[in-house]
């Protein structure tokens, strides 16, 4: 007991009274950063919004292209690694490091999911010229303007994928600091942290599938 | 013990089917076919809701130190501003201007 308190001790940075406030401190700059973040996708949101309000018929025809059952199993998939993030969360308070590991472990192979999936669906756009900006030579939608409609697609659905692969690497960067024995019910701030952001990309993958692909 | 709640495994699990089964009203809706200006108004509304759900009960803002939801609305806040005072721009444009 006296070990485990010092051990607390030494995680708690001189600036700090204790370790709960260091964590609820940890937990504003968190959400802070979470503040950036969505402006960050709402500049591209704001972009999405005045393109579609100037070609309301384009952003119609093109979505025609995106398989709305991929992207639907994709929603489950984040939807399912919410939750396991969740519970690798509630291991952690509730001192169970080998159910962390296991939880997160999921979230990685759930994540891993997602990519793959978004991964056949470019390749297969890919195939027919689906490209964005100027190196688009798809024929199949009577538009002019039908390469801004997939360079906003594939700018946002990349950047959402960019940050789904940062989230896998924050949590196999966790899943060693679990095998190194660091994270328990006193310290845990790292895998709550993670959690949040992985949440974030959650929520703007919410938006993402119906702006995307629920368009008649 | 603010930041410390252990959110009950029930509430995890019911969040986890809430979302699923609003993104079964998602895809259900979208083949109703709404006439046009509607189709997004209920999207953006059910998205928020599933977003909601998430900040309270995933986040954990339900049991959070208040100061956190405000930074969030907060963001929603700017997020307004940032997409109102663009339109303000782009919707009332010339017409006969060439615009991309």
Redesign the interface.
């Known amino acids: 007991m006296a070990q485990a308190s010092s051990i607390n001790k030494s995680r708690v940075q001189h600036h700090f009274m204790n370790a709960e406030q260091q964590f609820s401190s940890s937990k504003l700059g968190m959400w802070l950063f979470l503040f950036t973040e969505i402006m960050f996708f709402g500049g591209l949101f704001v972009a999405y919004i005045i393109y579609r309000s100037w070609n309301p018929e384009l952003f119609t025809m093109a979505a025609t292209q995106l398989d709305t059952m991929l992207g639907a199993v994709n929603t489950v998939v984040l939807i399912g690694s919410s939750l396991t993030i969740a519970l690798a969360i509630r291991s952690a308070q509730l001192n169970d490091t080998k159910k962390i590991f296991y939880y997160l472990l999921s979230t990685i192979a759930l994540a891993t999911v997602f990519l793959v999936i978004k991964y056949f669906e470019y390749t297969a756009k890919f195939d027919v010229g689906i490209l964005p900006g100027a190196m688009y030579t798809f024929e199949g939608i009577d538009h002019p303007k039908a390469n801004i409609f997939f360079s906003i697609y594939y700018m946002m659905t990349g950047l959402h994928g960019l940050h789904v692969l940062i989230g896998i690497g924050l949590m196999l960067w966790l899943l060693v600091r679990v095998k190194a024995g660091d994270y328990s019910s006193e310290y845990y701030t790292p895998v709550e942290m993670t959690g949040l952001y992985w949440h974030i990309v959650d929520i703007i993958w919410i938006f993402l599938f119906p702006l995307m692909y629920l368009i008649d | 013990?603010?930041?410390?709640h252990?959110?009950p495994?029930k509430v995890?699990?019911n969040?986890?089917i809430a979302?699923?089964a609003l993104?079964i009203v998602?895809?259900g809706v979208?083949y109703l076919?709404i006439p046009?200006p509607f189709?997004v108004v209920v999207?953006?509304i059910?998205?928020s809701s599933?977003?909601t759900i998430?900040?309270m009960f995933?986040?954990g803002l339900y049991y959070?130190?208040k100061?956190?939801t405000i930074?969030?609305i907060?963001?929603?806040i700017?997020?307004l501003v940032?997409?109102g005072i663009?339109?303000l721009d782009?919707?009332f444009r010339d017409s006969t201007m060439a615009?991309?």
């Open positions: 013990m603010s930041g410390h252990i959110i495994l995890l699990l969040t986890t979302l699923l993104t998602t895809v979208f076919d046009a189709d999207a953006i059910l998205a599933k977003a998430v900040a995933f986040m959070d130190d100061f956190n930074v969030l907060f963001s929603l700017f997020l940032f997409v663009t339109l782009t919707l615009i991309w």
